[in-house]
């Protein structure tokens, strides 16, 4: 009698242990499909930046804090992507991003940004080699790694 109790009991933690697989894969993605994400944002930041690079002499403020703005949604998409990557990685990543932000926002209005736009493509040059050697060290295969 004992025996059925525990082969029933076994029974029911095996089924509910499989619910509970079941339910958490289909929320949290594999490894492959983690880095794959990471992968796939960091090419997207790569098109931001290119945005912020593109800019010219001849480009308004307003062009260049849509770019900026740009590079940082990407940026926050990577972060969100990333749970996964080292501290140094993201702290590098956020360092530059950060540094990107601030070269724009000390000019103002729809004025053309031609004094400020080496700094703020020094910036950008820098968000990109950082994002290039976090995707290098993940191994990404997306566009602009």
């Known amino acids: 009698m004992q025996n059925k109790w525990i082969f029933g009991a076994v029974a029911v933690l095996s089924a509910l242990l499989a619910v509970a697989f079941v339910g958490c894969s289909d929320d949290e993605p594999t490894v492959p499909e983690a880095e794959s994400q990471v992968c796939t944002n960091l090419g997207d930041l790569a098109t931001a930046i290119e945005g912020v690079q593109d800019l010219t002499a001849d480009s308004t403020v307003d062009e260049a804090q849509s770019a900026v703005e740009a590079v940082q949604s990407a940026w926050d998409d990577v972060k969100s992507s990333a749970q996964g990557l080292a501290q140094a990685e993201e702290d590098a990543l956020q360092s530059s991003v950060d540094d990107l932000q601030s070269s724009i926002q000390d000019v103002s209005g729809s004025d ?29 295969s997306s566009p602009g790694t």
Do not use: W
């Open 112 to 140: 053309t940004i031609s004094e400020a736009l080496a700094d703020i493509q020094s910036s950008a040059d820098e968000v990109e080699s950082t994002r290039a050697e976090t995707s290098s060290s993940l191994n990404c």
